[in-house]
């Protein structure tokens, strides 16, 4: 049986997907069908992998994914350099533009 989005494209592994309620974007990985729903598996980076209900998801392109700069990630990092970085990433996440949640 075919997995498809909530508009009825079909979804395979290795496309991406975008949960709307949410924004998260990741590559599909696995999928699966049970009696109630049909589950997509995405990896969204090298750590965190998330089941989504298809009901929620948009198949959508790879360009809009979050991607990791791994010459980056090896770099050394000193202390004031990381408390600039968690500011700038914690006041990126408090904007205005952000979904609300109940």
């Known amino acids: ?16 997907i975008i949960y709307t309620n949410v924004g998260t974007i990741g590559k599909v990985i696995d999928t699966k069908v049970d009696d109630e729903a049909s589950w997509v ?5 090298e750590i ?6 298809t009901r929620y998801v948009e198949v959508t392109d790879e360009k ?6 791994h010459d ?10 990381i408390k600039n970085e ?6 990126s996440e408090m904007g205005g533009d952000a979904v609300g949640g109940g």
């Open 1 to 16: 049986m075919s997995v498809k989005d909530k508009h009825g494209v079909e979804i395979e592994e290795g496309s991406y």
């Open 41 to 45: 598996l995405i990896e969204i980076d």
């Open 48 to 53: 965190n992998r998330l089941w989504y209900n």
């Open 64 to 69: 809009y994914a979050k991607t990791v700069d």
């Open 72 to 81: 980056d990630a090896e770099k050394e990092l000193n202390s004031e350099e």
């Open 86 to 91: 968690l500011n700038r990433k914690v006041s």
